[in-house]
């Protein structure tokens, strides 16, 4: 594509923006594999499929990844179409919020904007948990760090090293994407290739030091729930544990809706920001179902790789594969983390920014840095909140558990009030059209939504439930008490019309 094709393009993608009641405030820089990258790179296969591997293994075994990771990925990949479809249609920042509110109404896009946000921030939060898990069990036998908890109050306890751990990290993945989405697209492009590079390299080690390749291990079922899984999940049924641990592909395969996220600064996003959502969560379900199925056939002893627990990835790696190899392969995986949590942040903040945007956040929050072009106010509040949520909610299964939860709440909530608005109030579609299959889809997502609450509120993660009840209530009454006759949504209607003055004196500020 030359620059003049290109510049045509940006002006078609402009005009779109516009045609929403939207200026072009941030940098339309990122080409379709940039898109993608952003999703790949916040899935990261490396980061939840490895640091969450404990609640597949330590449940029902084998075909928990065999079996249970190809229909956990199909339930992801159902979402991944109806947003898909939605996405052309409005490519915008924000994406679910501003698709929830044309097609479901204010109070629809409201309580959508607040379950992403939850979701967004606790999926950030849940990454660099893991993250943090992932670089103790894998630098501290030569780091020697005090990882030891302390009591706060009853039996709620943090560990300082966690604590610091976490702020730092966080920190520095606010501060890239302070400096321009240049320099965060850089090193999530890298990160795409990162992913693919360690995936393979991981896969082909397991495969060549493995003592033993048992193929049948992925359709065989084996009760490890209890002790015999290292108490990950409670004592249970075969089919009980099972479902629980269709936890593991549904919160690794999830963060698609970065795509659209970033919809404002991407090239051709009508058509780049769709095929990127499904692309990105292809994928990683393939090579995610590789990864973990060879990981499963290398196990030397499959009943003492489960009593391991959280613990299963690096017992099995510590087991089999030499020092050198292992210690540079660790280090892939850990820089692979860390750039899924600043692709998060990126993702985090244009929500805030575009929610802000409409008045739905104080409006210091929709404030572009004038030089780097990016919401900064929106990238750092991301980033506090993510850390807060962590001291508060300690255990890694139940910061999983909310994130699921609330994250795929907020997929639903579009893609149903799309069923309902197609062919009605909805009639114009974007160039990634299903065509009347997205009726279908839209019903299968919210069976699907129903079923990941179930699974999502059993014990050990009952506590998600009452969280969820509570969050749900205090939606509830903000907004019949205080956000109804405030909040106005994004422009509609003669609106947007009476906007293309203000959109065009803005964008005569900001300059190129």
């Not at 706060?152 to 976490?166: M, T």
């Amino acid at each position: 594509m030359n620059s003049q094709d290109q510049n045509q393009i940006i002006a078609d993608d402009v005009k779109t923006l516009h045609s929403m009641g939207y200026a072009q405030e941030l940098v339309r820089r990122m080409k379709s594999f940039s898109n993608f990258a952003i999703a790949f790179s916040i899935i990261c296969i490396l980061s939840g499929g490895i640091n969450s591997l404990g609640q597949a293994i330590g449940g029902a075994g084998g075909a928990a990844i065999g079996i249970g990771w190809p229909i956990g990925c199909a339930i992801s990949f159902l979402f991944a179409l109806g947003m898909a479809q939605i996405a052309s249609a409005y490519p915008t920042a924000g994406g679910l919020y501003h698709w929830s509110s044309i097609l479901g109404g204010r109070g629809w896009g409201w309580g959508t904007a607040w379950l992403n946000l939850l979701g967004l921030v606790t999926v950030l939060g849940a990454i660099n948990v893991g993250t943090y898990y992932f670089f103790i069990g894998a630098f501290n036998v030569l780091l020697k760090i005090d990882v030891t908890p302390v009591t706060i109050v009853g039996d709620f306890a943090i560990a300082p090293a966690q604590v610091i751990f976490l702020v730092i990290l966080t920190a520095i993945q606010a501060a890239i994407n302070h400096f321009g989405i240049r320099l965060t697209t850089m090193l999530t492009d890298f990160s795409g290739y990162l992913i693919f590079a360690v995936t393979g390299a991981l896969t082909l080690a397991l495969l060549i030091y493995a003592p033993t390749h048992d193929v049948s291990r992925l359709w065989t079922f084996t009760n490890y729930s209890g002790e015999a899984g290292g108490n990950v999940w409670p004592a249970t049924t075969i089919a009980g544990v099972f479902l629980l641990g269709l936890l593991l592909p549904i919160y690794t395969i999830t963060g698609y809706d970065g795509c659209a996220h970033v919809a404002e600064e991407t090239v051709n996003a009508q058509r780049s920001v769709p095929r990127s959502i499904i692309s990105s969560v292809l994928y990683s379900s393939l090579f995610g179902w590789i990864l973990l199925s060879v990981f499963v056939i290398a196990i030397p002893d499959m009943a003492a790789a489960a009593k391991q627990g959280y613990n299963v990835f690096f017992y099995v790696l510590d087991t089999i594969i030499p020092q050198p190899l292992r210690v540079a392969l660790y280090i892939g995986v850990f820089v692979s983390q860390f750039l899924c949590g600043l692709a998060t942040v990126t993702s985090a903040s244009r929500m805030i920014f575009a929610f802000a945007r409409d008045g739905g956040f104080p409006n210091f929050l929709r404030v572009i840095h004038p030089t780097f072009r990016t919401p900064v106010a929106a990238i750092w509040v991301a980033a506090l909140i993510s850390i807060l949520f962590t001291l508060y909610a300690p255990v890694y299964s139940t910061i999983v558990t909310i994130t699921v939860i609330f994250l795929f709440l907020s997929y639903a909530m579009p893609i149903a009030a799309g069923l309902f608005a197609y062919g009605k109030t909805w009639t114009k579609m974007g160039p990634w059209n299903l065509g009347a299959t997205f009726q279908i889809v839209s019903v299968g997502v919210i069976i699907a939504s129903v079923f990941i609450f179930i699974v999502g509120i059993q014990p050990p993660n009952d506590k998600a439930l009452w969280v969820t009840v509570a969050f749900f209530a205090l939606l509830v009454v903000v907004w019949f008490a205080l956000e109804r006759n405030r909040f106005k949504g994004p422009p509609t209607g003669e609106s947007i019309a009476q906007r293309q003055a203000e959109i065009a004196a803005t964008e005569r500020g900001i300059g190129d």
